[in-house]
């Protein structure tokens, strides 16, 4: 039987075995599907059903484009930095998630939870939004030039500013 301990060591493991193989240094060819390890790893980390007591992910600075993250519950996870491009999180939680300078673009987004998120200087350029809760996310300085079903309500309630890079 496992316990709820021996689930955060291996979503833990998860995260460093992604930082190691898929980290700033990795060159993924943008292009093509992220290799049969990375894949495995990131159905291991979607398949998870967080709690509120659990700590949250470090999955900082990692370069995976086209990853599948639909339906993940990544609450609180740190992003910051990652490389996400055309991923698709349709669906995935990302409460108060960090991911500030996050390159997402041409990501889908679809029904994404990013309420009160941190989405500082984050790159979303052509990304679906369609039905992303934006609420209080922070936005400011974010690019989001051709982003697709982004509403006016969604935008006031998150929070921009003068850098913000609206469609």
């Known amino acids: 039987m496992t316990t709820p301990v021996d689930r955060i060591r291996v979503l833990e493991t998860c995260a460093v075995y992604l930082r190691q193989h898929a980290g700033a240094d990795s060159r993924p060819d943008p292009e093509e599907q992220p290799p049969a390890d990375i894949a495995a790893t990131l159905a291991a980390i979607r398949r998870h059903k967080y709690s509120a007591d659990e700590p949250p992910l470090n999955l ?3 370069r995976i484009p086209r990853a599948n993250s639909t ?3 990544l609450t609180g ?3 910051a930095h990652t490389e996400l491009t055309a991923a698709t999180l349709r669906g995935a939680t ?3 998630a ?3 300078n996050c390159i997402l673009e041409r990501a889908d987004l679809t029904a994404t939870d990013l309420t009160r998120a941190r989405l500082t200087g984050a790159r979303l350029t052509e ?3 369609t039905g992303a809760a934006l609420t209080d996310a922070d936005l400011r300085g974010a690019d989001l030039r051709g982003s697709i079903g982004l509403t006016a309500e969604q935008l006031q309630r998150a929070h921009t500013d003068a ?3 609206l469609p």
Request: glycine share 4%.
């Open 60 to 62: 900082s600075r990692i």
């Open 71 to 73: 339906g993940a519950r």
């Open 77 to 79: 996870a740190d992003l």
């Open 94 to 96: 990302l409460t108060t």
């Open 98 to 100: 960090d991911l500030t």
């Open 127 to 129: 990304t679906e939004l």
């Open 163 to 165: 850098r913000t890079q």
